[in-house]
């Protein structure tokens, strides 16, 4: 990952960096049926080998809970229609204009809803689509906001698919509509694309969508992306989600590897088991393989959108630098992007051999929690700028 905010050292050892915050985002929540449909004009849903149950959301709470995160489920609300709506909308199902969905209403979808609500703190709503595709004349193509080049679906569609999104939202008391988005099959265009004069990000940005994520690998006009892992298509930031760790089906596997930016991207089955009993089994596999990114020098597992927007701007945009008794900012890059953060809080680490005491007039010292790490100490600091100041000095000493 390159940045201007790479760690600096000073001559004895004293290091800082302002960390890459990793998010959790997984798609594909919100289906019922598990079953992949592709081979008969049917969404590819999940893969999964069983019917999704409450548990299944349980899970995604457990892995917020017990990393102290919000992770980002990105759902499909189609199997959540209680009053088939969607008839009047037949590019968005299967069935068309002889869409019933009355199999799917049942107490299950209380059970979940309740559990989003109550567990907001650990469950962030995304929107990623209502069925997934786009059918005409009983066939689909790839996907509900984009063509395959990554093209825009017509206007009237994709505002028509938004309004009756939110009315999914509203049939479940699920809330407005969120103010993230995932786009299904990540087939997306960056700025506006063929023949269009505006950008989904600017369709979206008006219904009160404030960041998308989605891999940049295939996203039509990459080139436009003002900082390798982020930019603003319309004033909404756009981040790199990179490649998952897991093929979109894989269920029951322990998470291995390196996660390549700062999204740790995955679908709904890679979280669970096919015996929903069993789902903390594969979540605590999670937790295990994610824990470590928060005690590392360079990352920190972000603890909402919010501030993994705001920590992934100033890890890129601030400039460092070590002296022999201060760290210095220059948050000038930041205070020039199109959508500065809105919130003024960053985090900072620092390591050193010795214990340190930190004192600034140029920028305020929220906490410094603490933890010995390989014999040193290693500090993460939460700063909150003080607003017009485009500069800031913290001074270190050793603690006697
Ligand atoms: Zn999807």
Redesign the pocket.
């Known amino acids: 990952m390159t940045s201007s905010s790479s760690q600096q050292s000073n001559a004895t050892g004293v290091t800082a960096v302002v960390p890459m915050p990793i998010q959790v985002v997984i798609?594909?929540v919100g289906w019922w049926s598990g079953h992949d449909g592709s081979q008969q004009q049917e969404p590819y849903r999940t893969g999964m080998p069983r019917n999704h149950v409450p548990e299944d959301y349980e899970a995604i709470v457990r892995l917020g809970r017990l990393l102290g995160v919000r992770p980002q489920a990105?759902m499909?609300m189609c199997e959540w229609d209680r009053n088939n709506i969607l008839r009047k909308l037949p590019t968005s199902t299967w069935m068309g204009s002889n869409w019933d969905n009355s199999k799917w209403v049942g107490p299950w979808l209380e059970k979940a809803a309740h559990i989003i609500r109550s567990s907001s703190e650990h469950f962030e709503l995304t929107m990623?689509?209502i069925g997934?595709e786009y059918w005409t004349d009983g066939k689909f193509t790839r996907a509900e906001w984009a063509d395959s080049s990554g093209t825009m679906r017509p206007l009237d569609q994709v505002e028509a698919h938004l309004d009756n999104f939110e009315a999914l939202m509203n049939q479940n008391q699920l809330g407005p509509l969120p103010v993230s988005f995932?786009p299904?099959?990540f087939l997306h265009g960056f700025g506006p694309t063929d023949g269009y004069k505006v950008s989904l990000a600017e369709i979206l940005s008006k219904r009160g969508i404030v960041y998308i994520n989605t891999p940049f690998e295939g996203m039509q006009n990459r080139a436009a992306v003002s900082h390798e892992v982020f930019g603003f298509d319309a004033g909404v930031i756009t981040i790199d989600r990179g490649e998952d760790l897991m093929e979109w089906s894989d269920l029951g596997k322990t998470p291995t590897g390196q996660l390549h930016g700062p999204t740790c991207g995955m679908?709904w089955p890679n979280l669970l088991h096919t015996n929903p009993e069993r789902n903390s089994e594969i979540v605590d596999g999670w937790v295990r393989f994610l824990q470590p990114f928060n005690s590392a020098m360079g990352t920190l597992l972000a603890a909402n959108s919010e501030s993994f927007r705001t920590q992934l701007v100033y890890h890129v945009c601030t400039q460092l630098t070590v002296t022999d008794d201060s760290i210095q900012f220059d948050f000038a890059k930041v205070d020039s992007l199109p959508r500065p953060p809105s919130q003024p809080e960053l985090a900072l680490k620092v390591r050193s051999a010795q214990m340190l005491s930190f004192k600034s007039d140029s920028i305020k010292l929220v906490s410094e929690p603490l933890v010995d790490v390989e014999g040193s100490y290693q500090y993460t600091l939460r700063l909150d700028r003080i607003p017009g100041r485009k500069e800031a000095q913290l001074h270190f000493a050793p603690r006697s």
Do not use: E, K, P, Q
């Open positions: 798609d594909d990105a499909i990623h689509g997934h995932v299904t099959a679908h």
